[in-house]
């Protein structure tokens, strides 16, 4: 652990070193005088919020949470807050930012905060609000009861991170306006002494924890989006001596964030594509709320808004799946509707067409869900069916100041769709939630992913298997003398970032083509770059890579291509294979370089982890990889075909 802590010293500022010491000062005050102590009861006026929601419907979901793969039953409304449902370990009930979440390799923050976001209480409003069911109210308030009673203020690992705080805030609020909570202040009793006594306390200390504990500096990434949106989205409803001053704060800082981690392009600067989806809602519902309460965003904001939309629209293939560059957890701003396979790219596009009347945006969406019917209330759908109808043509899109590039073929109605990564490391000094991927691609065909990034699978437990997933061996690029292109440092701390230059590039209507290099092995005096040719009527991918060295010296080069598990491999010749899906179609003939050797790995973890893919956060499953080699020395340039047949 000292080692980390020296390493992020490494990546602060001067000014960012005075902040830290600031808020430990600020944190002996608030473990002295603050935590475990019970909110007094404040005044509060309850700001009026345009809410149209009304619609019933017959689906009932289940008292079920689903927790990366494991289920959690909460119908009896008892919840042990503090348990790591994966490994059975507790978090203690200690002073939060004293705390070290990463002590203990076998006990993840991550796990106990999924079910701490308590995101299924909006499907317990919901439930509420088609039935008229009073069991489901009970339900709602005996687990924020039990919450408010297990974690007193700034006590335990629930009020260690503020992005968490600020998930629970927007999520009440939602419930608030869908238990039509002031028609309930008035003629149900035993609800308003809760609001009194449990819910609206709470509320103001998650209120005041966001804004006395931001995300700065070098840690001012999603995290600090999340806190301005939720604080920004409570002080928009619950009205304290403080909340004026909390929403100017609040908005200013989402004016400013939305630019700032953002391109022009509307790209987010993360490099963490599934994290786009997470992001975007916040500054969604922060817009929507701003509309609803008459307190609109400039159109500054609005116009970034539709840019990020639109990436959107871009990054999926025809079958709206996402390119997995960077993080991913699944981790959601706001869960309605209860499916483990909901698609929040698409419902996202539903609400950028909703907002914006785009019919491209339409286009890409799955229509209106349950989702948007409470977001935009239930105008949305007859709104939605008035969006004019279009069918865009899917070309190929590229982002070069950004570093993304998309081809797109569209051959006997299977769309050939290539993502190509030539974009920085990550945002900010710690890159936290990027991989070292400097010159990966990404290849699917008709929806179905052939050559893929292995995704991600946890971030502060089982770290052996955390630096595989993030580091160059699990990418379709080059890895040199078994170094990473930048250095790990931490489960989410990258140094020694590497730069990239995107050389050319083209787009016809015969070829698609980027050439790209970066220098994230230059301290052993060698340059990548790579070459993307995509003949569109041939059908064929040609990767050309070259290395430049300084001297002489020899060096280790591993090259490999990742697939999906679906994907069967037979060995054509020492130097090509034939990659076929699980209805044993031939779709891809994959030719290397006959300089290189090759060989299939298989769910490897020694002496070195390869083979293996992550879905989704905290599940792996074994897949082939083809893995090929060679030491070498001077200038080297090898080729590979890929052929789609």
Known sequence: MRSWYLNRLKTMSLAELFYRVKQLVYSKYEQGFCAGKEAPLRKYTIIKNHFNYEQRSEVMYPAVLHVFGKNLDYSNG??????????????????????NIRSNPALSAKNVWEINRMQFLTQIALNYKHSGNDAYLQLFIKIVESWSESNPF???????SNIEVNIRLIV????????????????????????EKTWMPSIYQHCKYSYDNPSKFSSSNNHLISEFSGLFIASSLWSFKESDKWNRYSKKGLENEILRQHSENGINRE???????????????????????????????????????????????????????????DGKCLIFDGQNNFNNFRSLLSSGAL???????????????????????????????????????????????????????????????????????GYLSIAAHAHADALSFILSLGGKPIFVDPGTYTYHTEPEWRNYFIG?????????????QATIAGPTLWLDHYKIK???????????????????????????????????????IRITDTIEASDNNNYFIEMPFHLHPDMKIEEQTDHAYSIRNSKHQSDILLNIDN??????????????????????????????????SIETSGNQRFETLISIN
């Open 172 to 195: 009440w609020y939602y419930c608030w306006h869908l238990l039509n909570a002031e028609e309930l202040l008035s003629s149900n009793h035993a609800f308003n002494s809760f609001i």
């Open 78 to 99: 008892e919840i042990d807050w503090h348990l790591d449902i994966f490994s059975g370990n507790k978090f203690p009930l200690t002073f939060s930012k004293k705390i």
């Open 355 to 425: 907002i914006f009347n785009d019919s491209i945006l339409k286009s890409g969406s799955h229509g209106i869900d349950r989702k948007n019917q409470v977001l935009f209330g239930d105008d949305s759908v007859s709104i939605f069916k008035s969006i004019p109808e279009i069918q865009p043509e899917r070309k190929s899109k590229f982002f070069n100041e950004e570093g993304h590039f998309y081809f797109r073929k569209l051959h006997k109605g299977r769309e050939i769709n290539l993502h190509v990564d030539a974009a920085p490391l």
């Open 595 to 628: 300089s290189l050797n090759s060989e299939v790995k298989n769910g490897q973890t020694s002496p070195e982890i390869i083979g293996w893919y992550s879905k989704s956060f905290m599940k792996k499953e074994a897949t082939n990889t083809i893995y090929c």
């Open 271 to 329: 490099e963490a594509c599934e994290y786009i989806q997470f992001i975007t809602d916040f500054f969604l519902t922060a817009y929507l709320v701003g509309e609803n309460t008459g307190n609109q965003f400039s159109e500054k904001y609005k116009a970034r808004l539709k840019r990020i939309f639109h990436y959107i629209y871009h990054l999926l293939d025809d079958k709206g799946n996402f390119p997995q560059y960077g993080d991913e957890d």
């Open 154 to 160: 700034l006590l335990g690992v629930n009020w260690y």
């Open 472 to 484: 160059t061996l699990a990418h379709n690029t080059i890895r040199i003398n078994q170094r990473n």
């Open 502 to 540: 995107v050389l050319e590039s083209e787009s016809t209507e015969e070829i698609d083509r980027v050439t790209a290099e970066h220098n994230g092995y230059k301290t052993l005096g060698i340059n990548h770059k790579r070459e993307f040719l995509f003949y569109k009527k041939e059908l064929k």
